[in-house]
């Protein structure tokens, strides 16, 4: 499974994940308490000079997510424009696109075994009471090996219909589909018990 | 232990399925994605507690950064998104969808999906979706309403799908509904 | 079933795909009348590619597919009148929870009426001696059966060309003795794809596909021959340690 972090290799992946995830929070909150026009341009101006220091095959998917985001933005700015509140509009897409922007380079810039280690560390008090933490391991661990193998089920099921019918399949096929979850779930359990269980 | 743990895992799986496999129709035309449908579905098949530790396994994962997210989106971006809202309004409703399913045992199993679907997968989702979106756009709280209104028709049928979807899989495989086991 | 005296005819020219800069299918070229033909290769010989794109499923990336001369990736509607497939897992391949609805989906989409979908999935029941099947739970029921209950609705459809890929996957001997026992009476055109030599016995023509391009094209008996030699001759080495990418 292809996760979102950037194998462009930048200071901010030798940070300590923890690190980022704890200044990610404060910005995110300093961000949401400023309202000035000139301190958002001045954010979102940055965060767009720290995507592209790394060079255009980290920019490029960075920004093309932000992006993304355009539907909202065209909304804020029409809706603003026609109330008469510009400057309103401008913080508030600003403020939108520079959230998004600091939080997606934290996900760039972060691997997956990184952020697993954050919540392994996040849950040690749960493991003085007593709890299995390394059920959330596994949980993870099948999510990420199982997603795959439905998506290709899934998509067998949708050319069995398209081998039928010249129209998209319609809902009908999301009830063999979970079928085929439930049923990868008993193989599941049963391979977990084979290996010792949990 | 290790079937509730697969069974959770492979609902968050399922639910990752559902966003990236083709959009496909409501039968008008009408596309439209079937991941909140896997979310009411986490609801009524497995109940409250199991139904939103899939949904909350499943968010997890997005936080990491995996694109499991309808249209292959994911990161902590999404959580300051206008999304985010109905982001974190998803296990709850997945929670209330499960326990109406659980304690309202007098009628059937179809009609109580539907109706908890409707009520945790709708009205709750949209609480919190319609919050958040006020929060990360400025607006107030009829404002950001009027924004999603559009899409509550489409919802409405999922809920009910979601409905006639859990009383064929009872019929199907009644040991894997755990919300009436 | 209608007895159809003219057999179907199918036409690959040029037929290229590449999938991740991985060549799937390399410039099939092929023109084919006879009405039991099957496909060989070794698994990862691009067999089940073929499949895809034979039915149209698949759009090739250079090349045309023509069966009884319908463009089956461009125009899907008459494809689906012409073109059926069976897939490997029948578990990937059933949508409903009764035989009946099964049976019938394929008609509905083509537009036929209610009640007309009633006479012809009574009719496929009827030819397949399986009428006490129509309520039957499609969960409920074994592997050979659902296979059976995926032809069935195939064959509901009446099309000229019917493709199998691999459709005996996980069934014991009984039950691929009694489901090749169902394929033989089948009136349309066979085009049964394998990896087993031992299920093309006795088809007209056999094709040999490996890498993505048609090693051997010819009769059963000489093509199978040659296969298994290879294949034996490939058992006393170690390709299966490679890994791909």
């Known amino acids: 499974m292809i996760s979102l972090n950037s194998s ?97 380079l934290v996900t760039m810039t972060t691997k997956l075994s990184e952020m697993i280690e954050v919540i392994r560390w996040i849950s040690t008090p749960l493991r003085r009471f007593g709890m299995n933490t390394r059920v959330l391991e596994i949980g993870i661990a099948l999510v990420v090996r199982f997603t795959p193998v439905l998506i290709d089920k899934g998509g067998q099921l949708t050319q069995s219909w398209s081998a039928r019918s010249h129209r998209k399949p319609s809902w009908k096929i999301v009830m063999p589909f979970t079928v085929l979850a439930i049923d990868d779930a008993e193989y599941v359990a049963d391979a977990i018990k084979a290996r010792g269980g949990l | ?133 006020a929060i990360v756009l400025g607006k107030s709280i009829p404002e950001a309403a009027l924004l999603v209104i559009a899409f509550l028709p489409a919802d409405f049928v999922k809920a009910i799908l979601a409905g006639v979807i859990t009383a064929a899989l009872a019929k199907a495989r009644p040991q894997s509904i755990l919300s009436r086991a | 079933m209608e007895f159809n005296e003219l057999a179907a005819t199918v036409e690959m020219t040029g037929v290229t795909l590449s999938r991740n800069e991985k060549p799937l299918l390399k410039d099939i070229k092929l023109s084919a009348r006879e009405k039991r033909i099957g496909i060989v290769g070794r698994n990862g010989s691009g067999k089940t590619t073929f499949a895809r794109v034979l039915s149209g499923l698949v759009a090739p990336d250079q090349g045309e597919v023509r069966i009884c001369g319908i463009d089956v990736v461009k125009d899907r509607k008459a494809a689906l009148r012409s073109v059926g497939i069976l897939f490997q897992n029948p578990d990937h391949q059933i949508i409903f929870p009764t035989v009946e609805e099964e049976l019938g989906f394929g008609l509905i989409q083509m537009g036929c009426s209610k009640l007309e979908t009633e006479h012809q999935v009574h009719g496929v029941l009827k030819a397949f001696d399986k009428r ?51 394929f033989d009476r089948i009136d349309a055109t066979l085009i049964h794809i394998s990896h087993n030599p031992e299920s093309l016995q006795g088809y007209e023509r056999v094709i040999w596909l490996d890498n993505g391009q048609i090693r051997e094209d010819g009769s059963a008996a000489s093509t199978l021959s040659n296969f298994t030699k290879h294949m034996n001759a490939l058992g006393t080495q170690d390709d299966i340690s490679e890994l791909i990418g």
């Open chain 1, 8 to 104: 462009v290799e930048t200071w901010a992946h030798r940070w300590p994940a923890g690190l980022k995830l704890g200044s990610l929070c404060f910005a995110t909150v300093i961000l949401f308490s400023q309202n000035s026009l000139v301190f958002h341009s001045a954010v979102f101006g940055a965060s767009i000079v720290l995507y592209h220091l790394p060079g255009k095959q980290f920019s490029k998917p960075g920004l093309q997510r932000l992006f993304t985001l355009w539907p909202f933005i065209a909304i804020i700015l029409v809706w603003h424009v026609l109330t008469g509140a510009k400057v309103e509009g401008l913080v508030v897409t600003l403020r939108l696109l520079s959230a998004v922007a600091i939080a997606n």
């Open chain 2, 1 to 133: 232990m290790e079937r509730n743990l697969a069974l959770i895992a492979l609902f968050a799986a399922l639910i990752a399925a559902l966003g990236l496999i083709p959009k496909f129709t409501l039968g008008f035309g009408v596309p439209i994605t079937a991941q909140s449908l896997g979310v009411m579905l986490c609801g009524t098949v497995l109940g409250s507690k199991r139904g939103a530790l899939a949904v909350l396994l499943f968010l997890l994962l997005v936080a990491l950064g995996l694109p499991l997210l309808a249209g292959g989106r994911g990161g902590l971006g999404l959580f300051v998104s206008p999304s985010a809202g109905f982001l974190i309004g998803f296990p709850i409703a997945a929670f209330v969808t499960g326990f109406i399913v659980e304690k309202w045992r007098a009628a059937p199993l179809g009609l109580v999906s539907g109706l908890g679907s409707v009520v945790g997968g709708v009205i709750v989702l949209y609480v919190f979706g319609i919050a958040g979106l």
């Open chain 3, 132 to 182: 006490h099947w129509a309520k039957a739970q499609t969960h409920q029921i074994s592997q050979g059966q659902k296979q059976l209950v995926c032809l069935m609705a195939i064959i509901a459809m009446k099309p000229q060309v019917v493709i199998l890929d691999e459709p005996f996957s996980g069934l014991d001997i009984p039950t691929r003795l009694q489901l090749t026992y169902y």
